[in-house]
């Protein structure tokens, strides 16, 4: 546990180093192109005009904007940080960083989409809509994707000599459990 929660720290800190700091010329050419690739799939869930670029038009004198922090980086390289740092195969955090990338872009669409929603009923409701259910919706999604991607990696099968120890330490954890209840 320690080890996992110390390769977790450091790759959030290495990922959003690279990937997310303005600082960072790799960073500024990927969030670029991740919003790019955002608005454009808003803009196929939304009334054909009330998309230009990455503003979403509410009224003439509203509109929402996708920026830098709206694209789904951010859920992204922390899901992308805890299946790094979680003990696996390598193909299986490659499928899983693939499929986790693939699915929180889509709902993170479809979270742009919800809140434009609300925002049409209400400009009102932009807080709630993004601040509480979006954001909630994106934290529900990287944690079912990461227990998912626990779920579903192979263990490596014990050698005889490993399962025997087990269960010998096991027996002995039982033994010193029933004698610590009879004194």
């Not at 709206?70 to 899983?96: D, E, Q, R, V």
């Not at 693939?98 to 742009?112: E, H, K, Q």
Request: net charge positive; with cysteine; glycine share 6%.
């Amino acid at each position: 546990m320690r080890k996992f929660l110390l390769t977790y720290w450091i790759g959030i800190a290495l990922l959003f180093g690279v990937f997310y700091w303005e600082l960072s010329p790799l960073s500024v050419l990927l969030n670029e192109a991740q919003t790019f690739i955002t608005s454009y799939l808003t803009s196929l869930t939304l009334a054909e005009g009330m998309m230009d670029g990455t503003h979403i038009h509410i009224s003439s004198h509203y509109s929402l904007v996708i920026e830098k922090a709206c694209n789904g980086m951010i859920p992204y390289l922390f899901f992308l940080a805890s299946i790094i740092a979680f003990p696996s195969t390598l193909i299986h955090k490659f499928k899983w960083a693939v499929m986790g990338y693939v699915i929180i872009s889509a709902i993170n669409t479809f979270r742009i989409w919800f809140v434009t929603q609300f925002v049409l009923q209400g400009r009102n409701n932009f807080s709630l809509a993004h601040d509480y259910l979006g954001n909630g919706l994106l934290i529900l999604t990287g944690l079912v994707l990461f227990t998912s991607f626990v779920k579903t990696r192979k263990r490596k099968p014990l050698k005889k000599n490993q399962h025997s120890e087990k269960k010998e330490n096991l027996n002995n954890n039982i033994q010193l459990n029933v004698s610590s209840f009879n004194a």
